[in-house]
């Protein structure tokens, strides 16, 4: 393959999370294969990988906020690929990629990717707000060269009817370097005091409303309650901030541990008995992959880019995102001796193996 001279990759920041967790990976595979690689972060900020990507020998990192309509924004970033003679962009902001692709297309840039991440909108819906969408989405199908996601939801929700047989739309599942999940031998019970012999449930995710944490802590009191020998381990951006005050109300503090952010995810993940992911809504996730790579037994919620990621003969094991109630009932089965883990394991890895899917994104750039 041909060496890019130039890219461009565009977030939002480089806190960690699925997108900026996915490009790390992936530039740390495939960063050789360019020149010269930006992560340009258009919220105007860096963020916990910053440093990890800076490891990254070509790789630098731009940080301007962008805003959504004005044009001396674009006047700016029109001169910046100009003046940097970038070839290639890859925006990862599905709709919101629009007027960025649209600039790098008056800027001469020939390659210009939009990468889809998640499966349906994530801003409270108005009128004004869908016409914008609207409008940005249609400058997307217009300017981008190539339209990618991680989730055939995705494509049916943002490109219903247009997608299957357009040959610029490719579904590119994301990779994971199963090594260090695999061998990972260590885990945390002894950091937080969990004994030996207890039955661990955890997530990973950031706080926020579609990973559902109300309910995974609804779940956790009642559980922890009712059995001294479940525990419960969440960590995440903002999960300790938003949750700790409601976990010492109900003087669960030593069962029920939180942490925000945490970089050692296959030492937390082997601390697990079951792994617990009731999404209300997602792209591809993350944490649920590494958690099956991992060898954890899971439950999950009963929606379509779940189902999409797991063994079609898995999807009658999911529950709904907000039952309390069957939640509990598949915990509990595995908490009295039922595993999925060594299954669900063995076809993750397969599937979702990074060199065979790191080349397929390469080959889109």
């Known amino acids: 393959m041909k060496k890019t001279s130039s890219i461009v990759f565009f977030t939002t920041s480089l806190d960690s999370g699925g997108l900026e967790n996915y490009l790390l990976r992936f530039l740390e595979h495939k960063a050789s294969a360019f020149k010269r ?25 731009h940080l301007k906020q962008i805003s959504f309509f004005n044009p001396l924004d674009y ?18 902001t599905g709709n919101f990629a629009g007027l960025i692709l649209w600039t790098a297309k008056k800027a ?54 247009k997608w299957e047989n357009n040959s610029r739309f490719e579904v590119i599942y994301n990779g994971i370097n199963s090594e260090p999940f695999i061998e990972e031998k260590e885990n945390i ?30 779940v956790a009191i009642e559980l922890c309650k009712k059995h001294d020998d479940i525990y419960f381990l969440m960590c995440g951006n903002g999960v300790k901030d938003n949750l700790q005050d409601r976990v010492e109300r109900e003087s669960l503090s ?29 792209g591809q996730p993350n944490s649920l992959i590494e958690a099956m790579v991992s060898g954890r037994s899971i439950v999950a919620s009963d929606i379509d880019p779940i189902k999409e990621s797991l063994p079609s003969d898995f999807v009658s094991e999911l529950v709904p995102p907000l039952s309390v109630a069957k939640a509990k009932e598949r915990i509990l089965s595995i908490y009295n001796g039922y595993s999925n883990s060594q299954r669900l394991q063995s076809w993750a ?16 750039l």
């Open 37 to 61: 690689i930006i992560i340009f972060c258009k919220g105007g900020k860096g963020g916990q990988l910053q440093d990890k990507y800076l490891a990254i020998p070509n790789v630098e990192i």
């Open 75 to 92: 006047l700016y970033l029109y001169q910046f690929l100009k003046n940097n003679q970038v070839d290639a962009v890859c925006d990862f």
């Open 189 to 218: 019970r002894k950091e937080f005091n969990i004994p030996l012999d207890a039955f661990v449930v955890g997530h990973t995710g950031r706080y926020n409303s579609a990973k559902n944490h109300k309910t995974i802590i609804k």
């Open 108 to 161: 001469g840039v020939n390659k210009r990717v939009a990468f889809y991440r998640g499966s349906d909108n994530h801003f409270q819906e108005s009128k004004l707000r869908l016409m914008y969408d609207k409008f940005v989405k249609n400058l997307v199908y217009k300017n981008a060269t190539n339209i990618l996601s991680n989730s055939k939801t995705a494509l049916n929700f943002f490109y219903p009817n």
């Open 349 to 364: 890895i397969k599937k979702y193996d990074s060199t065979k899917l790191f080349r397929q994104f390469l080959e889109q």
């Open 254 to 282: 030593d069962k029920i541990i939180l942490s925000n952010n945490r970089s050692d995810i296959p030492k937390f993940l082997k601390t697990l008995d079951c792994f617990y992911f009731p999404s209300i809504t997602e």
